[in-house]
T-cell receptor, first 114, second 111 residues
Framework: ETGVTQSPTHLIKTRGQQVTLRCSSQSGHNTVSWYQQALGQGPQFIFQYYREEENGRGNFPPRFSGLQFPNYSSELNVNALELDDSALYLC?????????????FGPGTRLTVT | GESVGLHLPTLSVQEGDNSIINCAYSNSASDYFIWYKQESGKGPQFIID?????DKRQGQRVTVLLNKTVKHLSLQIAATQPGDSAVYFCAENPNTDKLIFGTGTRLQVFP
């Protein structure tokens, strides 16, 4: 088990609502990346935060936003939820934003949008 | 536990046999590759990585082979055990901030 924790474990929301997912990174890690994993697919990169600033973004609309706090924990916010947002949301922490630093994944938050 | 994927390519092997899982990556600029194992209801777990200046790397019971000419990566698991049953993903990083994951292969180990 990694030291990355995520909350909540499961969440059910209605289309149009907003959701906030939380992640605590492994001790000593200053970089957090968020991924969306649809059923039957590999994780897709949403964005990365390094020292409280967005450090890169995948092909996701602006209604996906995030924050990183001074203790390096992070939030993923999704506004105006759509049915296709139903997925497992994974948080991964790493020691640095460098490309070859191992990313440690949390267990994920399963979001269902009805 | 919850299934990670319902329609993934599946490799079925007998306990004790060796397993080989293959992956084709997309970006010729990628120079760092990782294999992850994902069990039902869990996040991906790091298995082994390899940099593009190598063509082989060994860990405990696992070996990763990299063929940059054909953009192919493989994971070999020796003496496969029931606990190895999971979905396996390869991931590449083209010197950016993100990992690009493949679609995954389900490994089923039967007695």
């Amino acid at each position: 088990e990694t030291g990355v924790t995520q909350s909540p474990t499961h969440l059910i929301k209605t289309r149009g609502q907003q959701v906030t997912l939380r992640c605590s990174s492994q001790s000593g890690h200053n970089t957090v990346s968020w991924y969306q994993q649809a059923l039957g697919q590999g994780p897709q990169f949403i964005f990365q935060y390094y020292r409280e600033e967005e450090n890169g973004r995948g092909n996701f609309p602006p209604r996906f936003s995030g924050l990183q706090f001074p203790n390096y924990s992070s939030e993923l916010n999704v506004n105006a939820l759509e049915l296709d947002d139903s997925a497992l949301y994974l948080c991964a922490s790493s020691l640095s934003q460098g490309y070859d630093y191992e990313q440690y994944f949390g267990p994920g938050t399963r979001l269902t949008v009805t | 536990g919850e299934s990670v994927g319902l329609h993934l390519p599946t490799l079925s092997v007998q306990e004790g046999d060796n397993s080989i899982i293959n992956c084709a990556y997309s970006n010729s600029a990628s120079d760092y590759f990782i294999w992850y194992k994902q069990e039902s209801g869990k996040g991906p777990q790091f298995i082994i990585d390899i940099r593009s200046n190598m063509d082989k790397r060994q860990g405990q019971r696992v070996t990763v082979l990299l063929n940059k000419t054909v953009k192919h990566l493989s994971l070999q698991i020796a003496a496969t055990q029931p606990g190895d049953s999971a979905v396996y993903f390869c991931a590449e990083n083209p010197n950016t901030d993100k990992l690009i994951f493949g679609t995954g292969t389900r490994l089923q180990v039967f007695p």
